[in-house]
């Protein structure tokens, strides 16, 4: 399977806006729906948003809908997660992750078969 890599995390201030971008090393993204999920140290990773290619549905964790926004972009072959009116509670380590063709239920992370490293968002006070 390809290796997925994120970029486009950072140090901001509270209240800004940023980009953070998923794409495959060594392939295409994988032809399914695909989702963005964070993690805190000492805290287990959550879910953050998710894109369905086949029907193109969005999905957001209530704690950051409203605020951000995922979409993918087929001719440059990149996940993005928009995010904006940053909170410092948004900081942790935003991995990018494939999954199924598309979500029955609840979106957990035992959905999700292929992860990145992650990137680091930090959101200042």
């Known amino acids: 399977q390809v290796q997925l890599v994120e970029s486009g995390g950072g140090l901001v201030q509270a209240g800004d806006s940023l980009r953070l971008s998923c794409v495959a090393s060594?392939?295409?993204?994988?032809?399914?729906?695909m989702g963005w999920f964070r993690q805190t140290p000492g805290k287990e990773r959550e879910f953050v948003s998710a894109?369905?290619?086949?029907?193109?549905?969005?999905y957001f964790s209530d704690l950051v809908r409203g605020r951000f926004s995922i979409s993918r972009d087929n001719a440059a072959d990149t996940l993005y997660l928009q995010m904006s009116k940053l909170k410092p509670e948004d900081t942790g380590r935003y991995y990018c992750?494939?999954?199924?063709?598309?979500?029955?239920?609840?979106?957990?992370?035992?959905?999700?078969?292929?992860w990145g490293q992650g990137t680091q968002v930090t959101v200042s006070s």
């Open positions: 060594g392939g295409a993204l994988p032809n399914n729906a």
């Open positions: 992750a494939a999954g199924p063709p598309y979500f029955r239920g609840k979106i957990t992370e035992q959905d999700f078969n292929n």
């Open positions: 894109h369905t290619k086949m029907t193109g549905r969005t």
